[in-house]
């Protein structure tokens, strides 16, 4: 007999002789079962690409006699969810499609494993100027695959700042949260908003244009920033200040600051007014002092500038020429040849360059 595969065989006895003996010869059967075969689908495993797998393989347990799959029909095929599958998730691999004459199959399952991949928001940073609304927050994603967009994703992240309105000068996180997809990891990357200073403007709404000797005067000014204005004089010889009030020292032109320096969210600021000091003695074209204390000490003519060139000559009460001067510059400190003058009246002869001559009497008061 030389049956091997599996199947049902007749088993013909032959052969033996008898004298006494009629002898039947009465077949039999020869059984070759088939032999169990087990195909196992390989697990596989792949990070998420938006693609089908392929390919896939099997392995097998139980050939006998050295036999290998050379010996098998069909053709090793697979089928179950992980054949069309794209997401990422666990999905069947089923074998299936051989045949063979001496082997049953026994087909056990594999699974494929579709992991997530990293999606990155990168929060982009941002400025403003203080006070000003926050700009739109926006982000930059990297990590796609297969040429997909923001489209495919499940639950976009938000994107958010510590920053409001009044948010003082500096700078604030703008971070990503939330959000999520079923092929995508989302991880955030942190931004920055930074807030810069802005100017003020500073502007003097109470100031003299004019201001008398030794008199005071509330300066009132105000900053777009709300903050608290500070004064100054650019020459204190002429004129001082004390917190906000101002006092004038000597006759002369004098400029008055309104300033702040600046603080967190503002920029130093600074504006001037032109005060002009003069003599404690309003009527000072017929009354000086020469007395050297820094007030009145010169005889002013208070409409000289619209006069022009001035031709200036004092007489004294018998007449006597005591001063002269062809282009007068108030200066004049109650001096004769360098002499003090005694106290008292003279008579003055201005010819002047637009008005006229003018005359009349300027006392001199040590």
């Known amino acids: ?50 693609l089908i797998y392929s390919p896939f393989t099997a392995t097998y347990s139980g050939f006998v006699n050295s036999e290998t799959s050379a010996v098998l029909g069909g053709s090793l095929a697979f089928s179950g969810t992980a054949t069309t599958a ?9 074998p299936t499609g051989l045949t063979s004459a001496n082997y049953t199959f026994n087909y056990v399952n594999g699974q494929l494993t579709i992991t997530k991949i990293n999606l990155t928001f990168t929060a982009n940073n941002k400025s403003r100027a203080y006070l000003a609304q926050n700009p739109v927050l926006t982000y930059t994603v ?59 403007v500073i502007t003097f709404t109470d100031v003299p244009e004019k201001l008398l000797v030794t008199d005071t005067y509330s300066l009132v000014a105000t900053s777009t920033s ?26 002369g032109t004098v400029q008055i600051g309104a300033y702040h320096p600046g603080d967190q969210n503002y920029y130093a600021a600074e ?21 050297n204390d820094g007030i009145n000490d010169y005889w ?11 031709d200036v000559k004092v007489f004294n009460r ?19 040849n360098g002499t003090p003058l005694p106290e008292g009246p003279y008579y003055f002869v201005i ?6 001559v003018v005359t009349g009497t300027v006392n001199i008061v040590r």
């Open 318 to 336: 018998w007449g006597k020429l005591v001063f002269s001067d062809p282009n007068y510059n108030n200066l004049w400190n109650g001096t004769s």
């Open 142 to 200: 990297s990590g796609y695959v297969n040429a997909e967009t923001q489209s495919v994703l499940d639950v976009l992240p938000s994107i958010q700042t510590t920053a409001v309105q009044n948010s003082s000068v500096g700078t604030y996180p703008v971070t990503i949260s939330g959000g999520s997809d079923n092929n995508y990891n989302y991880i955030y990357v942190a931004g920055t908003l930074s807030i810069t200073k802005i100017s003020q």
């Open 300 to 310: 002013e003519l208070p409409d000289l500038a619209t006069w022009g060139k001035c």
């Open 271 to 291: 504006t001037f007014a032109t005060i002009e000091i003069y003599s404690t003695h309003k009527d000072i074209m017929h009354l000086f002092t020469p007395n």
């Open 351 to 356: 010819k002047t360059e637009n008005a006229g």
């Open 226 to 251: 709300g903050l608290t204005v500070l004064f100054e004089s650019n020459d204190v010889t002429l004129a001082t200040v004390s917190g906000n009030q101002l006092t004038g020292v000597s006759k």
């Open 1 to 50: 007999m030389t049956a091997t595969n599996a199947g049902s065989y007749v088993i013909t006895p032959t052969g033996l002789t008898s004298t006494n003996y009629t002898i039947t010869f009465v077949n039999g059967q020869l059984t070759i079962n088939k032999a169990t075969l087990t195909v196992t689908a390989a697990d596989k495993s792949k990070a998420y690409d938006g």
């Open 86 to 94: 794209t997401n990422s998730g666990s999905y069947v691999i089923t």
